[in-house]
């Protein structure tokens, strides 16, 4: 039985990577819709990037009705709000949880983003029922699924870890994250035995220093992370929008091999993946 299901809507890190060369992998940005058995619709969406376009095709011709969950504000994970067709029309509603930070109100947050003159609209432009929630992390419930973040290293403003549990099967997402600015006590309590585990993977071993100047993870740390935390699974998420499909299948290779007991693989734009628990 289908408990948890993932459709990758978009895989890619830091911009939107179009060509001949991106086309197996996908190009959008950051952008993963959460459903709880088959054939159901998505009420659940982590980030907003390009990929977020693709959602409105999953819904068979109905409007948005749930939630979206945004680990931070960077370009290439709200990008895709304004061009949601399923969530802009009058009778969607959306909740969107941003990290709240400076004090400012969760609209006023997308403001940063979403106003003149960096765009023609404001949040207020968005049709249909919009909330804007500036969420501390904290557990709640969000349309069914049990949630809570905590902070993790990245630059330019908070970025959140998400944890989403549901009847007994769990995933955590870090698409932007610098293990090696520091991994906490309350991110490894967050991660600690997840079913799947998806993580930025935007470098290799040899680009640390710009990766980490970035605010991104390598392939190795991802994999080590997830070996120390528990994780029964590692999907690699956020690919550098200049890794070809030829580059990334190489690392799908040698990464397979990294941690003998550990699958891992990489995630592809399109994929619909099925989340067990452990023990199944």
């Given at each position: 039985?289908?408990?948890?299901?993932?459709?990758?809507?978009?895989?890619?890190?830091?911009?939107?990577?179009?060509?001949?060369?991106?086309?197996?992998?996908?190009?959008?940005?950051?952008?993963?819709?959460?459903?709880?058995?088959?054939?159901?619709?998505?009420?659940?969406?982590?980030?907003?990037?390009?990929?977020?376009?693709?959602?409105?095709?999953?819904?068979?011709?109905?409007?948005?009705?749930?939630?979206?969950?945004?680990?931070?504000?960077?370009?290439?994970?709200?990008?895709?709000?304004?061009?949601?067709?399923?969530?802009d029309r009058d009778d969607a509603r959306v909740d969107l949880y941003l990290p709240a930070q400076g004090g400012a109100s969760?609209?006023?947050?997308?403001?940063?983003?979403?106003?003149?003159?960096?765009?023609?609209?404001?949040?207020?432009?968005?049709?249909?029922?919009?909330?804007?929630?500036?969420?501390?992390?904290?557990?709640?419930?969000?349309?069914?699924?049990?949630?809570?973040?905590?902070?993790?290293?990245?630059?330019?403003?908070?970025?959140?870890?998400?944890?989403?549990?549901?009847?007994?099967?769990?995933?955590?997402?870090?698409?932007?994250?610098?293990?090696?600015?520091?991994?906490?006590?309350?991110?490894?309590?967050?991660?600690?035995?997840?079913?799947?585990?998806?993580?930025?993977?935007?470098?290799?071993?040899?680009?640390?220093?710009?990766?980490?100047?970035?605010?991104?993870?390598?392939?190795?740390?991802?994999?080590?992370?997830?070996?120390?935390?528990?994780?029964?699974?590692?999907?690699?998420?956020?690919?550098?929008?200049?890794?070809?499909?030829?580059?990334?299948?190489?690392?799908?290779?040698?990464?397979?091999?990294?941690?003998?007991?550990?699958?891992?693989?990489?995630?592809?734009?399109?994929?619909?993946?099925?989340?067990?628990?452990?023990?199944?």
């Open positions: 039985m289908v408990v948890v299901r993932l459709h990758l809507l978009g895989v890619r890190g830091s911009t939107a990577a179009p060509g001949a060369s991106f086309v197996r992998y996908g190009g959008h940005t950051s952008c993963i819709a959460v459903t709880h058995q088959a054939g159901s619709v998505p009420t659940l969406v982590l980030d907003a990037g390009t990929g977020l376009r693709s959602l409105t095709d999953r819904l068979h011709g109905r409007a948005y009705e749930g939630a979206v969950l945004l680990s931070h504000l960077h370009w290439d994970h709200v990008q895709g709000l304004p061009f949601f067709a399923g969530g969760g609209r006023d947050l997308l403001a940063q983003t979403l106003s003149p003159p960096a765009f023609p609209i404001t949040p207020e432009g968005l049709r249909g029922a919009w909330g804007f929630h500036a969420w501390d992390g904290s557990a709640r419930d969000i349309e069914t699924f049990a949630v809570r973040a905590v902070n993790v290293s990245h630059k330019g403003g908070r970025t959140f870890a998400h944890r989403v549990e549901r009847d007994g099967v769990s995933l955590a997402y870090l698409p932007d994250h610098a293990p090696a600015g520091g991994v906490s006590s309350a991110l490894l309590d967050l991660l600690s035995g997840v079913d799947l585990l998806v993580h930025d993977a935007q470098d290799l071993d040899g680009e640390r220093p710009v990766g980490f100047e970035n605010g991104h993870a390598t392939v190795q740390e991802a994999v080590a992370l997830a070996v120390e935390c528990g994780a029964s699974a590692l999907l690699l998420f956020h690919h550098s929008p200049s890794r070809t499909d030829d580059a990334l299948d190489e690392i799908g290779t040698w990464a397979a091999g990294l941690a003998p007991g550990l699958p891992v693989t990489l995630a592809r734009e399109g994929d619909v993946l099925d989340v067990h628990p452990a023990q199944v």
